[in-house]
């Protein structure tokens, strides 16, 4: 496997989380996996061992030098690129939400050191690449390497976690990244005028999949397929999806070391310790444990749906209810929260930080849990709410549809405020009914949405492209 983040050792979102369980589920199974990072200078080499020395890269007249480190994580094997005037900067991909100028270098490179593995280190049947940061490999694999017996038989698949971000570079960089100019065509690397790296894997991947099946099925849609619809539409054939699975080992009540006390579906009285918890950690008085808390973490952005939760915020604020918010994101969403909690203290409270700690928090002392997506490809915190018994509160989009249901939640279609509200106030209304409340409680906490699943899924898929081959 070939990404840009993974768990433990380097995160900014769900891809991290995807990369720090699969390959370990996957090994479970019986499969032999290794897995390719940039070693970011954050990331330590205690326990590490450099496996090659002075690995020369070159991307035209370019020559970059890399040493390569492996490190066993939990039994899987993690190459570790480590390239310092690449990757030891401040951020993974650039400061303050802007993109490093040459982040099209950082992941050729990567992409090129990850085929090094494959030449000299760990020879794989499937190359498993992830989002547009690892796109560059089949790329490369058929248009610079498909002479060189080394990679005869082996397969690629692409994994696209969210197809709104489709790697964008000026056709100029194409001599940086040691390709030539005649991939600039809309047959492998021209978008709109731009060169899209994403959209190069997507043409040359020999498999395609995506984070859930209903994303799978919308990316073909002009609505959510951000100009690239057609073409996922070509390769149908090829694409599937795949919902992700979430770790229970740090995802759950029984055992969540974060939070005030230990609850489960047989006992969960833990629970309304934990809400009086988060209510003191934001300030709230807990004077009232009746009145529902709605909680939401999240990044602060139109892709979440605060579009949506700004034109609703204050009929929200004059419900029954109480509302705690964690994230960053759009500074305009950001102030809104802020504003929200100087109109109505005591009811309404935000957290700008990304904080794991206060998330278990929210997780298991919220009632509800609140995702109004514009859209999303899988998503998991709704599925650790169902495990923490905090009910979600969804639109009926991506993996939000596809694991969320009328017996565990409450989902609503149409993209616009009336219709949150409408999903917002049939909850509140439930609430009110203790004991079909605490049903739809249980049943979301026992949905099982382990990595097992998940894993079994990928490794069937895995058989079906080597059967595949010619």
């Not at 590490?48 to 890269?57: G, H, P, Q, S, T």
């Not at 080394?150 to 489709?166: D, Q, S």
């Not at 939760?309 to 802020?338: K, M, N, P, Q």
């Not at 989902?411 to 409408?422: C, D, I, N, P, V």
Request: glycine share 8%.
């Amino acid at each position: 496997m070939v990404a840009s983040e993974a768990a433990p050792f380097a995160k900014t979102g769900g891809l991290a989380d995807v990369l720090g369980a699969l390959p370990q589920a996957l090994q479970a199974r019986g499969e032999e996996v290794a897995v390719v990072l940039p070693r970011y200078g954050r990331i330590r080499l205690d326990g590490a061992r450099r496996v090659f020395n002075d690995l020369r890269i070159w991307l035209g007249p370019a020559c970059w030098r890399a040493d390569l480190h492996r490190i066993d994580d939990r039994g899987v094997p993690v190459y570790l690129v480590d390239c310092p005037a690449l990757y030891d900067r401040e951020t993974l991909y650039g400061p303050g939400g802007a993109d490093y100028p040459d982040n099209h270098v950082r992941f050729a490179v990567l992409a090129r050191a990850a085929l090094a593995v494959v030449r000299r280190l760990f020879r794989p049947e499937i190359v498993h690449c992830h989002d547009w940061q690892a796109s560059l490999v089949p790329v490369y694999m058929r248009h610079l390497l498909a002479g060189d017996p080394t990679f005869y038989g082996i397969r690629t698949l692409l994994t696209i976690h969210n197809l709104g971000y489709p790697g964008l570079f000026p056709p100029e960089i194409l001599p940086e990244i040691g390709l030539d100019d005649s991939l600039f065509t809309p047959g492998v690397l021209e978008f709109w005028g731009q060169v899209s790296l994403l959209k190069g894997g997507i043409v040359t991947a020999d498999r395609l999949n995506t984070v859930s099946r209903r994303y799978a099925r919308e990316i073909q849609t002009e609505e959510f397929g951000f100009g690239m619809d057609g073409l996922l539409r070509a390769r149908a054939d090829v694409l599937t999806g795949i919902l992700n699975g979430v770790d229970y080992a740090e995802w759950s009540p029984e055992t969540d070391p974060h939070i005030a006390a230990r609850y489960s579906a047989a006992d969960l009285s833990g629970k309304l310790q934990c809400k009086r918890d988060l209510l003191a950690e934001f300030g709230l008085p807990a004077d009232d444990l009746s009145r529902p808390v709605i909680g939401i973490v999240s990044r602060f952005t139109v892709q979440k749906g605060f579009d949506l939760i700004s034109e609703v915020a204050r009929e929200i604020a004059h419900e029954d209810v109480d509302l705690v918010a964690l994230g960053t994101g759009d500074a305009a969403y950001e102030e809104l929260f802020r504003d929200l909690a100087a109109a109505f203290p005591g009811r309404i409270a935000v957290r700008i930080a990304y904080d794991n700690r206060l998330a278990h928090k929210i997780e298991a002392g919220a009632d509800m849990f609140l995702m109004p997506s514009r859209y999303e490809p899988c998503g998991l915190n709704q599925i650790y709410s169902l495990r923490y018994g905090a009910v979600p509160i969804v639109r009926a989009t991506g993996g939000l549809d596809d694991t969320i249901d009328e017996g565990t939640g409450f989902k609503f279609r149409e993209y616009t405020g009336s219709a949150l509200m409408g999903a917002i106030r049939d909850a509140l209304s439930m609430w009110r009914s203790p004991e079909v409340w605490r049903e739809t409680m249980l049943r979301g906490m026992a949905r099982d949405f382990s990595w097992n699943a998940s894993a079994a899924e990928y490794a069937a898929l895995y058989r079906r492209m080597l059967e595949d081959r010619p």
